[in-house]
């Protein structure tokens, strides 16, 4: 099947052709490193990940950019009610930040550029966009983006601003801001008192970037003019990625990006995230409560990213309940060593593979994929429990899922089970061996209580943590 995306822009799926033929450029909206992110969006770039993965799956060599916004109205406000300077606050949470990466398995983008890093590329863009009419200064120092001079504005949010006259929008300078108010946005943001010591030099005066010009500089220096891909959530649509649009575009007079990708909102407990509600959790209040993280990856990757996902806790005990099946069907495979080669195994993995790949083919549909995997688990365990697999048939599924994990990246290595575990692991084995079953049970016990759970299989015990 041809690989297809929901082009945002357009309103419908999409046969995917990138610009140049098996290279992708892709950027990704990052985090506004002002405190810790919520798992809301970490639903975001584990879909991103799921989306690069998929790519390099199927051949693509993928430039993945993630900015860093470490400058604006947040993270100034925030650093200064601490009393640290921006730049030591800013550096705690993009450090936490790459943190939680590590932990939920993201590979790491190409690069990811921090916006006080790139203040020189932004001058530029706004510079040409004054001179050609696209925006204005005002008398306090500020420039603004003129959305009655794009005639596009409003296209990819599906908005309809085409009576919109120069100068009536009115203008606004804070960043986020309601779709039922376009209005024109600022691309510098001249210094006030309350923004301390945060301010560059420009042509205008002293002061700073408005938000969404930053990620205008950041794509073009790393992925030029025009590129492939963009993504964030749908949050992002208005009006981030809109202006984004507006400001390059108007710059550059050249088409920005040819598929806009946008990940659904998550739901808590069946309402949106809100610390009133009791319901707003980040990376860390979660596995502050002793959950995986790859559950929480599981959990955000197994609904389709378009539909709306509902985070509960019952729901993320699943997730683990689905890991604990892949991880020890892996587990079982990696001990089979005996029984008669299954020429039926061939043709199951064939079909799982063929299932797998024609959903993730459709606008990374991720659960008939997950469902195409735990069908060939299913019946590969009824066969090792039966003797109807050999060794050779073991190591080809192995290879399968390990090729599927190469997109969903839920498997964990192993660690290393201690001298002293397998020397009370063989002792068990032994007393069960005489049909002393007291003895073996208190090894079970003795295994426990040590943090190992033991699980006999026909082809012999499987030890693993305790979870």
Known sequence: MTLRFFNTLKRKLQVFKPIKEGFVGLYTCGPTVYNYPHIGNYRAYIFEDILRRYLEYKGFHVN??????????????????????????????TQAFFEDLKSLNIQPAAVYPLATDHIKEMIEIIDAL?????????????????????????????????????????????????????????????????????????????????WHIECSAMSRKYLGDQFDMHTGGVDNIFPHHQNEIAQTEGFTGKTFVKYWLHCEHLLVDGQKM??????????????NKGHHPLAVRYLLLSAHYRQKLNFTMESLGAARAALDRIWE????????????????????????????????????????????????????????MT?????????????????????????????????????????????????QFDVADKLREKLKQAGYVVDDTPQGPVVKKAA
Request: net charge neutral; with cysteine; glycine share 6%.
């Open 64 to 93: 993945q950019i993630m900015n860093i916004t470490d400058v604006d109205d947040k993270t100034i406000r925030d650093s200064q009610k601490e009393g640290s300077s921006l730049k030591q606050f800013t550096e705690r949470y």
């Open 130 to 210: 004054l001179k050609k009419k696209k925006a204005y200064k005002t008398d306090d120092g500020c420039a603004y983006y003129e959305i009655s001079k794009f005639k596009k504005y409003g296209q990819l949010a599906n908005m309809d601003v085409s009576q919109l006259q120069a100068g009536a929008s009115g203008r606004v300078q804070h960043d986020e801001y309601d779709r039922d108010h376009p209005q024109d946005f600022a691309l510098w943001k001249a210094w006030t008192p309350e923004d301390g010591d945060v301010k560059w030099d420009s042509p205008w005066g002293a002061g700073r970037p408005g």
């Open 274 to 287: 809100s610390k009133s509600l009791g319901n707003f959790y980040t990376l860390r209040d979660i596995l």
């Open 329 to 384: 069907c892996v587990r079982k495979l990696e001990a089979h060593k005996e029984g008669a080669e299954n020429p039926a195994v061939d043709k199951l993995l064939a079909r799982a593979q063929k299932n797998f790949e024609r959903s993730m083919d459709n606008d990374l549909e991720s659960a008939p994929a997950l469902a195409a995997m735990f069908d060939m688990i299913t019946k590969v365990n009824s066969w090792m």
């Open 387 to 435: 003797q109807k697999i050999g060794p050779l048939n073991a190591q080809a599924v192995l290879t399968v899922m390990k090729k599927f994990d190469k997109v969903l990246g839920v498997l964990v290595e192993e660690e290393k089970i201690p001298e002293h575990i397998q020397k009370l692991v063989q002792e068990r084995e032994q007393a069960r061996t005489s049909k």
